[in-house]
C-alpha cells in the first residue's frame, strides 16, 4: 500500500495510539478533554501554550471540551490532507511523549 497517496485511511495503528493518547490525556475519565486535563498533560512543557494551540486545532464545535470523535476526526482530516501514516505516527508518538503540539496545516 503507498503510504504517500491521501485517499488511503488512517492506519489502525495510529488510530490504536491515538486512543491511547486521548485515554491518558482524559484523566477524569467523562469522555472529553477539558482544557485543564491538556494543561496538565503538558505540565511545565508550555502547557498555556500547547493547550491553547491544541484546542484551536481540535475542538471542532468550539465547547473547550474535546470528545473521542473530534479527536480521530481531526487524525483522519490530517491524513486526509496529503499527511503519510509515518507523519502522523511520528507525531502521535511525540505527543504521547508529551512533546510539544504540532499545528497541522489543513484544508477545510
Same mark, same amino acid.
Given at each position: 500500500?503507498?503510504?504517500?497517496?491521501?485517499?488511503?485511511?488512517?492506519?489502525?495503528? /495510529?488510530? *490504536?495510539?491515538?486512543?491511547?493518547?486521548?485515554?491518558?490525556?482524559?484523566? &477524569? %475519565?467523562? !469522555?472529553?478533554?477539558? @482544557? #485543564? $486535563?491538556?494543561?496538565?498533560?503538558?505540565?511545565?512543557?508550555?502547557?498555556?501554550?500547547?493547550?491553547?494551540?491544541?484546542?484551536?486545532?481540535?475542538?471542532?464545535?468550539?465547547?473547550?471540551?474535546? /470528545?473521542? *470523535?473530534?479527536?480521530?476526526?481531526?487524525?483522519?482530516?490530517?491524513?486526509? &490532507? %496529503?499527511? !503519510?501514516?509515518?507523519? @502522523? #505516527? $511520528?507525531?502521535?508518538?511525540?505527543?504521547?511523549?508529551?512533546?510539544?503540539?504540532?499545528?497541522?496545516?489543513?484544508?477545510?
Amino acid at each position: 500500500m503507498d503510504e504517500t497517496r491521501s485517499n488511503s485511511p488512517l492506519s489502525q495503528s /495510529n488510530k *490504536d495510539l491515538a486512543t491511547n493518547i486521548f485515554r491518558a490525556m482524559d484523566i &477524569n %475519565g467523562d !469522555s472529553q478533554i477539558s @482544557i #485543564q $486535563e491538556a494543561q496538565n498533560w503538558w505540565k511545565n512543557r508550555f502547557a498555556n501554550v500547547n493547550a491553547r494551540s491544541f484546542f484551536e486545532t481540535v475542538d471542532q464545535d468550539g465547547n473547550k471540551e474535546i /470528545n473521542f *470523535d473530534e479527536w480521530i476526526c481531526f487524525w483522519e482530516k490530517v491524513r486526509s &490532507n %496529503g499527511y !503519510s501514516n509515518d507523519d @502522523i #505516527q $511520528e507525531e502521535l508518538e511525540n505527543l504521547q511523549d508529551k512533546g510539544s503540539w504540532v499545528k497541522f496545516e489543513l484544508n477545510e
